[in-house]
Every structure is written in structure tokens, then in C-alpha cells.
């Protein structure tokens, strides 16, 4: 019988395995840098335009006083009270302004009117919400005729500026 050969140790398995783990890994290596990508060409993103500087004039703004309105309303505590509003338009536009003469005199009914028959008038001077509302109203009536008078122009909204004073002696 012949001798039998020792069985190799597991070191010298172990080495063996880590050597071809390297040169498989040298392999595929050395083949992914060598093969040729095919590379598509990326079209470069479009350039916007740049808008020509043009003439157009910016919005401008303007305040309109509107006049001065009062009426008596019932205080919480019941007193009568005298209320103001002296309301005042905040506009902005485009278009040229020719000063309105007597602005009071084109709005007057326009705003006397809603203001009259507004049904909180006595939460005017400390509701805001009553405040924006009176503001709407008297910008609704007023709009027509201020884009009549003042083409290129529109409101922003209304300021009120009320007050709420003792009525006169």
C-alpha cells in the first residue's frame, strides 16, 4: 500500500481562497475599465430667453381722500355716540393720474348711501371684520366711477379711519 498524503491545512485553504477572491476581483476590474461605454450625447438645456427691458412703467399708488361722514349710533352701553369715517381709497395702476377736483363731490352719494344702511354701524369703530366690510361695500359702489374718471387706475382697498367721539353739544 501506498502512504497516504497528509490532507493541506486549513491556512494554506484559506490563503489559496483569498488569492483567487484577488485576482477574480483584478479581473473583473481590469475588463469594466476597459470595455468601451457607449456614451449619449446629453443636449445642454435651452437658455431662457432674457425678456428685452421694455418701457413698461411699474404699478404705482396712490390714496384718494374720499371725504368725511358721520352718523349717531348706540354705544354697548347704550349712549349715543357720534361715529366718523373718513375714508380713504388706496390705488394702483398704470395709467396717468389727472388729480380729481372735489373727489368728495363724485363719491358722496356713493358712499353716504351704503354707509347709511350699513346695519352694523355701531361695531364700525373696534370690529375690523365690520370695518373691511363697510370697506368692500363702499368700494363696490365706488369702483364704477373711479375707472370712469380715472381710466388705469383701480383700488386696492378702503381705509375708514373711523372715530367715535361725544356727540356734539
Known sequence: MAPRKPAPSRKKTWILVVIIALISTAIVIGIALNIPLST????????????????I???MKKTLDLGSFGVMVRSADGSEKALTIHPVAILHGH?????????????????ANPFMAFPDLNQVSHSPTVQKDLGRQIMDNIA???ARLEPGWTIEHIELHPALQEPPP
Open 40 to 55: 449619449q450625447a446629453v443636449s445642454p438645456t435651452p437658455e431662457k430667453p432674457v425678456p428685452e427691458k421694455t418701457n
Open 57 to 59: 412703467p411699474r404699478p
Open 95 to 111: 395709467g396717468p393720474w389727472q388729480p380729481l377736483h372735489d373727489a368728495q363731490n363724485h363719491f358722496e352719494s356713493l358712499i
Open 144 to 146: 364704477p366711477t373711479l
